[in-house]
């Protein structure tokens, strides 16, 4: 069974940047599609960005793509998200997510961390 611990959200100002971390266990990290999903009230749990076993191939939504950025430290179990340039609009719980295989939708995902709070103000 895999674990995810989310860490790095928080309350951050129009414009600034945070660095989202997601640590790993119980599983073969080198051998998980890793990936970060958010969710903000009343919409649905929508993918960030995902990047593969080794981290050579990595999927951005349209909509962010020019803004985070998706890294993977096998040696350390570790997913990380950096996010620029952000807007109130990215207010949301993001979350961690693992699979064996692939993915584009939380449907297709087996494991999923906590969420962590991202703020983002005018």
């Known amino acids: 069974q895999v674990q995810l611990v989310e860490s790095g959200g928080g309350l951050v100002q129009a414009g600034g940047s945070l660095r989202l971390s997601c640590a790993a266990s119980g599983g073969t990290f080198s051998r998980l599609v890793m990936g970060w999903f958010r969710q903000a009230p009343g919409k649905e749990r929508e993918l960030v960005a995902s990047i593969s076993w080794s981290g050579g191939s990595t999927y951005y939504a349209d909509s962010l793509k020019r803004r985070v950025t998706i890294s993977r430290g096998n040696a350390k179990n570790t997913v990380y998200l950096q996010m620029n340039s952000l807007k109130p609009d990215d207010t949301a719980v993001y979350y961690c997510?693992?699979?064996?295989?692939?993915?584009?939708?939380?449907?297709?995902?087996?494991?999923w961390g906590q969420g962590t709070q991202v703020t983002v103000s005018s």
């Open positions: 997510a693992a699979d064996q295989r692939p993915f584009r939708s939380a449907a297709r995902v087996d494991y």
